[in-house]
């Protein structure tokens, strides 16, 4: 027996649909060069989503055919999906700031491997996970997932996890202190490398490079910047929301960058241990959003509905979204290094 779709709940689906791009407008107008710049994609969009509706509605009434109406909605997700993809916002600081750290990069790179040989002290590898991190960095802070994430908790959830635990174990693991120094004139370099390692700062960096500080510091940015008053007061305030940003990365960068200090034994089961107590403490804050009674952001109220979401049901999906997949990572992570741990010792070769 073939299902068949009421007519009145195509209709309410589609029209349900079509108030996507007006959220994507209503985001965009925080913007107004933004708004400018996507406001025919966005009229595009309202279009394509009418004629699609249109469409749904005449093939269900003259066919009754369920199937053809589950096509087009398909079709209807897809061109959604596309318009997103089209509104971007760009943050000129931010992009400065990308720019200039892929380009300090490239140069310290460039000289290494012109004093040695490709791949010696950075290996391609290193350098490739520094790129696909300043990519996710991309994705996270100027694509849609930055203009979504002012409607959405859950998006905004999407867009942390990307900072802390897609971009900054990437960026650590290219090595970025060594290419940058090697990017500074040569008089400089010795300079650098002395001032980190001793005296006053290079005392500095060592304690902050201490995997117990380093974890404790990360712990207590993430469950600060997500009690309701600090988080409300990053969504409202544009200077909040980049100290916001800011810290979160950072914190997650000092946390990986401690982890992968040293290939001692000792050193590598605390990762673990690191690790997976980190799984721990953001999978209970991530439970606490998801079973919660009510809305810890209010901020949000009026905001999710755009997008078919109560304020309560996108919190608990943000909340999935800490919970769920970003512990199943860090397990990952912590498995990774638990294999290092018991697999037999080899002597560490310079990288090619």
Same mark, same amino acid.
């Given at each position: ?136 960095l991309i994705i996270a802070l100027l694509s849609p997932v930055d203009v979504v ?21 990437? #960026? ?76 979160? #990365? ?34 209970? #804050? ?67």
């Amino acid at each position: 027996m073939r299902a068949s779709l009421p007519f009145p709940h195509a209709f309410l689906f589609t029209a349900a649909a079509m108030l996507m791009p007006e959220a994507a407008a209503h985001t965009a107008s925080t913007s107004a060069d933004t708004l400018a710049f996507a406001a025919w994609r966005v009229e595009a969009w309202i279009a394509a989503s009418a004629a699609l509706s249109c469409w749904i509605c005449a093939a269900h009434v003259a066919l009754r055919a369920a199937p053809l109406a589950a096509m087009a909605l398909k079709l209807l997700a897809a061109v959604t999906v596309l318009a997103l993809c089209l509104v971007w916002r760009i943050d000129a600081y931010i992009a400065v700031g990308l720019f200039l750290a892929s380009w300090l990069y490239a140069l310290g790179v460039f000289r290494l491997w012109r004093e040695a040989r490709s791949g010696a002290g950075i290996s391609y590898q290193r350098a490739a996970c520094y790129f696909s991190g300043l990519a996710v960095l991309i994705i996270a802070l100027l694509s849609p997932v930055d203009v979504v994430a002012d409607d959405l908790f859950s998006m905004h959830m999407v867009q942390h996890e990307l900072l802390m635990l897609a971009a900054a174990p990437l #960026l650590v693991a290219g090595k970025p202190l060594a290419a940058f120094i090697w990017a500074f004139p040569p008089a400089m370099r010795g300079a650098i490398a002395v001032t980190l390692q001793a005296g006053p700062v290079g005392r500095i960096w060592r304690v902050l490079h201490q995997p117990l500080f380093a974890w404790s510091q990360h712990v207590l940015v993430l469950w600060s910047w997500h009690s309701p008053s600090l988080f409300q007061a990053g969504v409202e305030s544009a200077a909040m929301h980049t100290a916001q940003h800011v810290s979160f #990365l950072l914190s997650s960068l000092l946390f990986w960058s401690s982890l992968s200090g040293s290939a001692s034994q000792l050193h590598r089961g605390g990762a673990v241990l690191y690790v997976l107590t980190t799984a721990i403490h953001t999978g209970m #804050l991530g439970a606490l959003l998801t079973f919660s009674p009510r809305s810890w952001y209010p901020v949000y109220a009026g905001r999710s509905t755009e997008w078919g979401l109560t304020l309560l049901e996108d919190q608990q999906l943000g909340g999935l979204i800490m919970w769920v997949p970003a512990g199943f990572a860090f397990v990952i992570a912590g498995l990774a290094y638990a294999v290092q741990l018991i697999a037999p010792h080899r002597p560490v070769r310079a990288e090619s």
